[in-house]
């Protein structure tokens, strides 16, 4: 099939490989990927080598490779091996690659070239499912960061949020797949380049280089590899005039949940020197302390923020969870998979209706199935009052546990027992203030990751977090033996540890008064009974109490704090609605909280993004979604309202 400028946005969707003399094939695109034996010699020589790679990130702090068309994945294999193999390699690697259709983890493994084929095995290991969006996989202790975006390349290069140090321009021939290689992509897939980046690819088309010169790369033509006479070699000579982020080397984190301990690991994996402050003895001992939590997307048709970022922010914390599991050796997940019941006859009706319109988009069965009732009681191993949306991957997962692994694994200083009453600031620095008028320590950065205290440390009343005091009803484990997996509806059930099945969870919302321990039981009991069809009579043994903070719209609230005073001043003097400004920031303050119920779905994806805004490394989502989080939002909201002036 041959593209067209008539050609609207692609899809995502598998690709179609076939096997042709021993070659992969795509019929779609009528084009080979590589040859097995040739498409190593041609990464390591075309895109490596020739690109001056190795001499580029030598003893660098952090190299970024862009990269257009995935494929196999071959070009990321050969530099992933490259770079482990040089003594003299950056600190960390950054791969960005965009592909709108992916192979699968088998072919990833059986066709990927022999050189890499080790390489392979641990990508197919990690190998996310077809859906479109961001895929963060981690190697090497998470030194080296592929982001994979799987969406149409013409849309996704408007958007992206990065600077590279190298573009590999990798498709299926321009005859054959037009899109890949129109002047409008390569135009805005330069604007991402750093001065002195390089671009490298095979194809040596009049259009391409007329629009790479274009976009500002001064290009060379270069000797070619295996039977391609000529390839293309460019370094942008444009001028960057980009807001260059200055380097942070130590920031300081007040409080140890998910939020806390998931960014002192990200900083640290960034060489930053993270200092943790908390109240509390250990890390994870407030909402977070819990002994196992649910960790499952949620499916909605029509793909919101809060549905990205639980889908997407799943799979990131999945695959730390794995990593730290290496690491420490302690069991911190349980892939039990997870039933998300409808629960409302309508709603199951109206996600038969989502799966028969593709909408939002085609769910993969490795990744999601809609189940009807006896199916889904199958699986579960009770009878159900519904169907609904089976996560094969999903899981439980060891909430407080999973914190003190991050502390330890990032190896950072721990200072427990410490309260902060405020957070001042003098002269460059941010100074933590403790109980008696003390200052506990001080840095140029400072994250407030306190959950519900986080609106007072930042003295912004306007943050917009609700505080949700939660329990869930413990029952006997033994009394739901045939129990399988995690059941989430209106409430949930699940095993946890030391012989109990958690119940819950309520919402004990403060304008509702304080909750007697009797009504916080029979509103659970009351929710299991919407899950299940019939049980035996329950014992209940004790509860789980915390107190979750949720930002406004149920979204976590991350970047730089805001100075309200200052907001506020320049908003009620300026005639027109303000631009985004970084001038009412607290330079240097930042918070990350609001995590709500789902924080074990949220934490490492907000850490990651809010460690990206503070670091510049490559944003590891959708930049949209930076603004869904952004602390000013709900202070704006209420001016917009007349509710503050
Ligand atoms: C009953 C219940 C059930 C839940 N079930 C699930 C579930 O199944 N799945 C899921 O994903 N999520 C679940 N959650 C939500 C999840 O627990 C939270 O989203 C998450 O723990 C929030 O993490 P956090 O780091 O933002 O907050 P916290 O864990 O509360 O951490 C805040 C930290 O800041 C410290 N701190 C606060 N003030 C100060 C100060 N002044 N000085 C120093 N330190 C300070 C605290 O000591 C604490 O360590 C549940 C929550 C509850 C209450």
Known sequence: MIFNRANATQKVRPARVELEDGKAYSPEFEDIYATRSGAYG??????????????????????????????????????????????????????????????????????????VSEEAKELAKQWPPCLPGYHTLSFDEGRVRLILVFGDSMELAKKLSLSYDALFLDGFSPDKNWRMWNSELLRDLSRYAKEGATVTTWCTKGDVRRALTDAGFALEKKKGFGKKRERLFGVMKAKRTKHILRPINEVIVVGAGLAGANLAYSLTLQGINVRVVDEAAVPGAAASALPWGILHPHFTRDDSPLSKLSREGFFMTRSRLRQ?????????????GCLQMAHKDTIYEDWLKAVADNKPFKIPENYGLLLNRQEASQIVGLELKRGGWYFPMAGMARAGAFCRALIAASAVPYRGNTTVRSIDKKGEKWQLIGEFGEVIDEADNVVVCAATASSDLLKEPHLGLDLLPGRITLLRDTDFGDLKCPVSGEGYIAHMEDGYCGVGATYELPRTGPWTEQKAHLTNLEKLDTLLVDHLPVVVTGAYCGVRAAGSGRVPVVGASVDESRWLSVWNASEHIPQDSKCWENKGLWVLAGLGSRGLSMSVLCAEMLTSMMTGAPLPADPALIKTLAPQRYLKRQWFNGKVR
């Open 42 to 115: 041609q990464a390591c020589h075309v895109f490596l080598s020739e690109g001056d790679i190795p001499n580029r990130w030598a003893d660098k702090e952090s190299f970024t490779i862009l990269e257009n068309g995935f494929g196999l994945g071959t070009n990321f294999l050969a530099t992933l091996k490259a770079w482990r193999n040089d003594p003299h390699r950056s600190k960390r690697l950054n791969y960005v690659s965009l592909e709108c259709f992916p192979v699968t983890d088998q072919e990833i493994q059986s066709l990927s070239a022999l050189e």
């Open 324 to 336: 730290l599991e290496v690491q420490t050796g302690e069991c911190l997940f349980k892939e039990l």
